[in-house]
């Protein structure tokens, strides 16, 4: 890559493989659990993940030698919820009805503990521009978690994606409910989100095996 | 410029200076961005007491489309043609009954001295008349809320749903065309007394031929979203009995 020097690059592709949140870190879970029924839900949390993640991480980064350390967290929360708070007025003002289907989602944001993380191990010590770079590669490193879930989550579910039926309806039986394939009621609940998300980490270590722990 | 951020002032300094910064920014988004908020909350609920009635964008038998924004006040002043007040006995006509905030009139109502102002919008499509009741409930999770458009003997000419926070893929489901459109040609009365609509899960016509029995088919995985929506319309829809009793 031209534009980025080899270290900052790995800022942002680490987080997308092999330091990857959700499926090495653990962390934010919830969310992903919460909200990955269907995929549309899953690509706006992506989105407004990232930009909460990579504004908020470049102002604590400003602010780092600033922030007394008594109150760093406090600091921390209230940048995060001034900025979910922004995200959800220019929802409500300009993409209404975008904002009405997921208002309560994008309030979920400010317990994300990925974006605490962040803020906390990396932008308190770092540079403006790397602390950037780190927070939009988490955040694409959660969402793209987040897709794939809402994906798989949204397809045997429902047999929907974005909500337009792709595998035939099963209530007059045509496409695949004709020979007999029956929509996975399971699978839109939180538990089987667990389930898919373990099925990405055994995929992911069984790929690369630096990833399994040895004890 | 090395700053003791340790020191107990700076640290109170630092709050105070953090807490008026941030207090402005969200001070000056919220009420710069009011006016806009204000206005697509209106426009929606034009637009949903004019899906109720049929007039809408849909696209295929899935499809849920409201009128565009640029003319749904258009399309609003053209369609209905009456918007009533009703408390009591008393009928009155408002072209703001549709702002009428129906949570506070049943919070107020609790009050014996108070009678509740109840909103109708009449409303002419195709040469038939149409009353639309707005509704609202208690779903799983949060508030649940709708339109229902009867004709004169209350029979359901269509519906549209509403919900806060509903789980998606289950009780959200309640918006979907496939179960808002089983609602239509169902009637509230039963032999000429209001009975009201169940959303039934032991119910023999999954596809909702019968449309006599007063039910519809229930979402599996929702059911009190669903139960919710049985005792909206059931709670909601009987204050207005009075009203098409004195129409026929």
Redesign the interface.
Known sequence: MGLLSKKDSKLIMDPLADNNPITIQVLGICSALAITAQLKPSIVMAVSVLFVMGVGNVVISLLRNLIPSKIRIIVQLIVVATLVIIVDQVLKAFAYSLSKELSVFIGLIITNCIIMGRFEAFALGNKPWRSFLDGIGNAAGYGVILIIVGFFRELLGSGTLFGFPVLGNPVTKTGLYAIGYENNGFMVLPPMALIVVGIIIWVQRSKNKDLIEEN | MA?N??KNS??II??VI?VIV?GS??AG??SG?KP??KE??RF?KQQNILYAMGVNENEGP?DATFVSTDKVEAEFNKYITKQLVIQGDEVTENDEAYLIDIKKEETKAKDPDYTRRLPLFVGEIEGKEVYVIPVRGKGLWDAIWGFVAVDKSMTIQGVYY?H??E????GAEIKQR?FMDDFTGESFLNGGAFEGIEVSKGNNDP?NIDKDDNEVDAL??ATITGDGVAAMLRKDVRLYVPYFKSLN
């Open positions: 700053i951020t340790d700076y640290t630092f709050a953090m941030v920014i969200l988004f919220a961005l806009k908020i697509n909350e929606e899935n509403d806060k926070g789980t998606p893929g289950l496939y596809t599996a995985g």
